[in-house]
């Protein structure tokens, strides 16, 4: 299925499984405990690269 | 600018990308963890233990799959305060399913 590669999501391509699909909180919420544990927030000076 | 060799490396199964990491010192500060694992890639998300048995201990959700195993890769056995951090990925039962195409 050539034609459909540059037709996939920009996440998934050149990866054949599912294992980059971005994670809503939801899904988050579902992976992950939340008794004991707090969501903490990026500080201000916090840039993502 | 470092040229990361995304497409063709092949991931083992086990990498994913929330980290569970260990042996964090108690004192550690939110700005410490971004600032820690903020410089791998862009952090999706961060949960810190506050409660007794879950302190020291913290999960770290990256963006990129490929940014977690890099700080898996340079992060186990970082020292922080002292203390060796242990960084293991979370193996997690509900992996995302990609919609059908």
Known sequence: N???????????RGMKDDRNTPL???????????DGYEIINPPESYRPI | MNIRKRANTKLRPEVNRIIFVRNLPFK??????????????????????????????????????????????????FNVGGKYLTCLYYKHKTQPKAGGI
Not at chain 1, 2 to 12: A, D, F, G, I
Not at chain 2, 39 to 56: D, L, N, S
């Open chain 2, 28 to 77: 550690t500060t939110s700005e410490e963890l971004f600032e820690i694992f903020g410089r791998y890639g862009p952090i999706r998300q961060i949960r810190k233990g506050v409660a007794g048995k879950t302190k020291g201990t913290a999960f770290v959700v990256y963006e990129d799959i490929y940014d977690a195993k890099n700080a898996v890769d340079h992060l186990s056995g």
């Open chain 1, 2 to 12: 050539e034609v459909l590669s540059n037709s996939l999501p920009y996440w998934s």
């Open chain 1, 24 to 34: 809503t909180d939801e899904d988050l919420d579902k992976i992950l405990p939340k």
